[in-house]
């Protein structure tokens, strides 16, 4: 759906531009956007890459597995359906605890295995279950300690000072999970069917 929102806004632009005679200005923007992404990429890269290949060793030696331990009894008591030393609270602190180092793009697979998990404890096959959205909340709220995305982008648009905003996006994130948690057991107790 986003694709075709997306879609439609360059098509429309395009079309304004040719209404407008803007047809040097729609090829310059097209020509400096793809500098600019080129740029972007070449310097979000290696911090991305860096992260991700700490998060790969973290998980390859087995501390990523014992911060998900120490997660554990918090995510019993928020996800009360999953059965204790089930895979997918392993799977679910690990994408959680990507999401907090502000590894979205390494979070993505630990999320998509949590929910494939998630999906084998479902009675409703075609229903979400309640485990399923409180995930979904958290990982859309996404807790981050260190956005290093944001403070990359930065770096990159020349920024004094890259890591001033990362105790704004603490706050921020903090709060948005837990209004999201608070939120979704309001409404779990409202329908519990």
């Known amino acids: 759906m986003v694709n075709l929102i997306w879609l439609f806004l360059i098509v429309i632009g395009i079309i304004f531009g040719i209404l407008t005679n803007k047809l040097d200005v729609i090829n310059t923007t097209i020509v400096d956007s793809t500098k600019v992404s080129l740029d972007m990429l070449f310097k979000i890269f290696p911090v991305v890459a860096l992260w991700m290949g700490l998060t790969k ?3 390859v030696s087995g501390l990523l597995q014992k911060l998900s331990n120490k997660l554990s009894p918090v995510l019993t ?6 059965p204790a030393c089930h895979e997918s609270l392993s799977l679910i602190a690990s994408n959680i605890i990507a999401n907090i180092f502000g590894l979205g793009s390494a979070a993505t697979p630990f999320g998509l295995k949590a929910m494939s998990s998630l999906q084998k404890l479902n009675k409703k096959k075609d229903t979400a279950s309640r485990s399923m959205i ?12 260190i956005p290093t ?23 921020s994130t903090f709060f948005a999970t837990l209004g999201g948690i608070i939120i979704d057991r309001l409404l779990a107790r409202r329908y519990k069917n």
């Open 57 to 59: 060793i973290a998980e």
């Open 77 to 82: 008591k928020i996800f009360p359906e999953i």
């Open 134 to 145: 409180t995930f979904l909340v958290i990982n859309t709220s996404g807790l981050t300690l």
């Open 149 to 171: 995305t944001i403070i990359s982008l930065r770096m990159m648009h020349g920024s004094l000072e890259p890591t001033k905003i990362v105790l704004a996006c603490i706050l």
